[in-house]
């Protein structure tokens, strides 16, 4: 029997090192389900909604290179969408096959139909829809050079009919190229910002996750200009590491001393950093701007050189031209007011909090102590990515895992799932908010079913903690932001996974250490604060004028007892603020 298209896509997928399919099965995608089964190299991961498997493939993406998600005609696609929107914007390279119905149907409103073309073209670098078994061939091929290539998702659309027909041999390549140049500006653009770093002597760098594997070249950077390193949340985990000149982060999850450091420099150089926002960005100082994307120069700070290339390979051509500077007084300062907003933060894990009301600092850090040196952590966007920003240490060996552009809800668990089958011999944990993990609930199920050994923290302060803060500095007192206690650990062992619930602060080291050494997936519901803050290392006049007003519309309608939680729970922020 001739080959058919499903199983050439299969053996594509398997030559180019994709590992396995997140999917839910049905209709047009069946012949694909049927030809991973029949091939025996490649893994068909059942999970319990689209969007689930493509945050999975997105997180596997990120740490292998390469990963593949799929959904079967209209809702499926649909269903794709927010996690391919994630893995699009993270520069994951996902390769995700629509199955559709069959081609002749095109165009007749026939049941469950897309347009895969429209609907998926915001959320890819590559997306094609397959008419013929001779398309498919070059297409696929196509597709997945494009996610490699490119980063990002690639998609293409496969009618259930030709997925069933004969297989063509295409009369193009077939096989993937992985490629790695070498990018660096020019020798004048480099002679122009060696002149600028060698004249000017408040320098401060500030990188992202482009400037992961430019660790050692950064490092050596900062020590012939002696200046500080602050990194975004992104960069955190590669960035900080073993290294003397950091003053952490800035932005809303950020931290005082690496918004000071980057203010008062008189040049910052962004290294491989796409940071969207602009209110924290400096306007004194002069700017440089170095990324990979050309395309992305100048669109969030007014910069005054910008220049394309890989951080690693601009920082080696670039680090004989730069000259041994003597004053060390401005970075000294920047690394005393670093120690000092340290101190500060540990206050508020020395406070561990109350029943029902644990502060999720002290979570945060026992989580820290206890994970392994190659952890992989995945957030939830909101409070628990505030927690993981500034409790989480890197050792140069862990990972961090968010939604960092798309800014999800309901990320971590599914991306979690990802990483657990991408890196089966490391330890994943999942920081998950309640109302992130409520979304796509039913995926634990997908946990027990493969047996991964996650485990999944869910820091419940019965609330949309991050939308509930919004609002209160907008002047507005908190709406149908609150969410009615959820007991967590039950839903967990009624799907099979080990759940405990911690209302005591002094139960919260004891039933980590458990979890952590648990040999198998294990759910921890820890009833958290839900008036803790996250204070920005920038307290606009503004937002003090809105947070007053919030209260005080929350006395005028009766809830002074909310007040008063809300200002116990943040005295230290509120210390330091006034």
């Known amino acids: 029997m001739a080959k058919k298209v499903a199983e050439q896509l299969v053996e594509m997928l398997v030559e180019a090192g ?104 915001d959320c890819s670098c590559y997306n094609q829809i397959a008419s013929t078994p001779q398309q498919f061939a070059r297409m696929f091929q196509a597709g997945i050079q494009h996610a490699i290539s490119r980063k990002g998702v690639a998609v293409v659309g496969l009618p259930g009919d030709v997925a069933a027909a004969p297989a063509e041999e295409s009369m193009t390549a077939m096989q993937v190229f992985q490629t790695k140049a070498v990018v660096r500006p020019s020798d004048h653009e480099l002679l122009l910002l060696a002149d600028m770093l060698n004249n000017h002597q408040k320098i401060t760098l500030y990188c992202g996750i482009g400037a992961a594997e430019a660790h050692d070249e950064l490092i050596q950077l900062a020590s012939l200009l002696h200046s500080p390193i602050g990194y975004t949340f992104r960069g955190k985990l590669e960035i900080q590491y073993a290294n003397p000149y950091e003053v952490g982060m800035t932005g809303l999850l950020g931290m005082p001393s690496a918004y000071h450091s980057m203010h008062e420099s008189d040049l910052l150089v962004l290294l491989g950093t796409d940071f969207p926002y602009t209110a924290f960005m400096p306007v004194k100082p002069k700017i440089v701007q170095i990324d990979i994307k050309a395309e992305r120069l100048g669109r969030r700070a007014k910069v005054d050189l910008g220049l394309c290339g890989s951080i690693k390979d601009t920082l080696q051509a670039l680090l004989p031209r730069v000259r041994q500077k003597t004053d060390d007084s401005f970075l000294k300062a920047q690394l005393e007011l670093y120690q000092h907003v340290q101190k500060n933060m540990r206050a508020y894990v020395e406070d561990t909090g109350k029943h029902d009301a644990i502060h999720p600092e002290y979570v945060s850090t026992v989580i820290d102590e206890l994970a392994a040196d190659d952890a992989i952590f995945t957030v939830d966007t909101g409070m628990s990515c505030v927690w993981g920003a500034r409790y989480i240490r890197a050792t140069g060996r862990r990972v961090m895992m968010g939604s960092w552009n798309h800014g999800s809800m309901a990320n971590a668990m599914p991306q979690a799932i990802g990483a657990a089958l991408a890196r089966p011999g490391q330890q994943v944990i999942a920081m998950c908010g309640d109302g992130g993990l409520t979304m796509l609930l039913g995926d634990l199920s997908t946990i027990v079913q493969y047996k991964l050994p996650i485990k999944i923290i869910v820091f419940n302060n019965r609330a949309l903690g991050m939308v509930k803060l919004e609002m209160e500095v907008a002047g507005l007192p908190d709406w149908q932001t609150d969410m009615p206690n959820t007991d967590f650990a039950a839903i967990a062992q009624a799907m099979g996974i080990p759940g405990v619930t911690v209302h005591e602060p002094g139960q919260v080291r004891q039933v980590l250490e458990h979890a952590m050494t648990f040999d198998g997936p294990m759910l921890v519901n820890v009833l958290t604060d839900p008036n803790a803050l996250a204070m920005p290392p920038k307290v606009e006049i503004e937002q003090m004028a809105g947070f007053a007003v919030s209260m005080s519309k929350l006395m005028l309608s009766g809830r002074m007892d909310d007040v008063l939680d809300t200002v116990k729970a943040n005295y230290k922020h509120l210390r330091e603020v006034l």
């Not at 068909?44 to 689209?50: A, D, N, S």
């Not at 390279?93 to 199955?99: E, G, K, L, R």
């Open 18 to 121: 994709v590992k396995r399919i997140y999917a839910v099965t049905g209709d047009s995608l069946n012949e694909v389900n049927d030809a991973v089964r029949r091939n025996g190299q490649i893994e068909w991961i059942h999970v319990r909604h689209e969007e689930a498997g493509a945050f999975a493939a997105g997180a596997e993406a990120q740490l292998n290179g390469l990963a593949c998600c799929a959904g079967s005609s209209g809702p499926g696609h649909v269903h794709l969408i927010n996690g391919l929107y994630d893995a699009h914007r993270s520069g994951a390279p996902v390769i995700a096959i629509a199955s559709t119905e069959a081609s002749f149907e095109f165009g007749t409103e026939h049941f469950q139909e897309t347009n895969t073309i429209k609907l998926f073209d």
